[in-house]
Every structure is written in structure tokens, then in C-alpha cells.
């Protein structure tokens, strides 16, 4: 069966280069970072304007296992939110095992 792309559906890391009016604009974030935690792999803070203007992001991979979303480490939820935790993006949705 053919998987469609999780839908980031808001942001509001604002200050990442792919964030625009609180949405996302890259194809595809990759979530968890080296810690066991949901972080937003792709967050980047740069001087270039990252991404497509007309693209709304999507959950491309996530490591995170220990998510109930989490399948073969692929999100298996609709949608999920990025948001602050503790000075770094993180997906919001994150539900623990
Ligand atoms: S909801 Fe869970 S599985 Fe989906 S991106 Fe967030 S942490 Fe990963």
C-alpha cells in the first residue's frame, strides 16, 4: 500500500530559513535528533530563504521509535505541529509508548 507524506500543518519556529508564516516549506523534515528526542532534524537557521514558497512540509523519516506514531521509523500519524521545547523544534505531536 502506497504511504502518503505526514502533513506538518503549523510551525512556529519562525526563525528557521524553511519557516514562513508559521508553515513549513521544505518537502520533507527528518525528526529526531542524536538524543531520544523528537527534535526537528532539518530546523536550520540560515541567511538563505530555504524551501518552496507554494510547499507545505511534510515528515519525511523519524527516529523516533519510541513514538507511538512511529512505524519501521516512518510517521504513521495524518498531521503533526513543530513547536518550541526547551530552546529547540520539536514535533508536538509526540506521544511516548
Ligand atoms: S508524531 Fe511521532 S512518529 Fe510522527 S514525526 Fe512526530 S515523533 Fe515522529
Known amino acids: 500500500m502506497t504511504k502518503v ?8 519556529v519562525t526563525d528557521c530559513a524553511y519557516n514562513k508564516h508559521n508553515s513549513c516549506h521544505t518537502l520533507a523534515i527528518t525528526v529526531g535528533g542524536p538524543e531520544a528526542c523528537p527534535s526537528c532534524d532539518t530546523y536550520v537557521v540560515s541567511k ?17 521509535a519510541s ?12 498531521r503533526v505541529t513543530i513547536g518550541w521545547h526547551e530552546g529547540h523544534a520539536d514535533c508536538k505531536t509526540f506521544h511516548s509508548r
Open 48 to 64: 538563505e530563504t530555504g524551501g518552496i514558497p507554494d510547499t507545505r512540509g511534510g515528515v519525511g523519516a523519524c527516529k523516533v
Open 5 to 12: 507524506m505526514t502533513t506538518i500543518t503549523e510551525c512556529d
Open 67 to 78: 513514538c507511538t506514531h512511529n512505524e519501521s521509523l516512518e510517521c504513521s500519524a495524518s
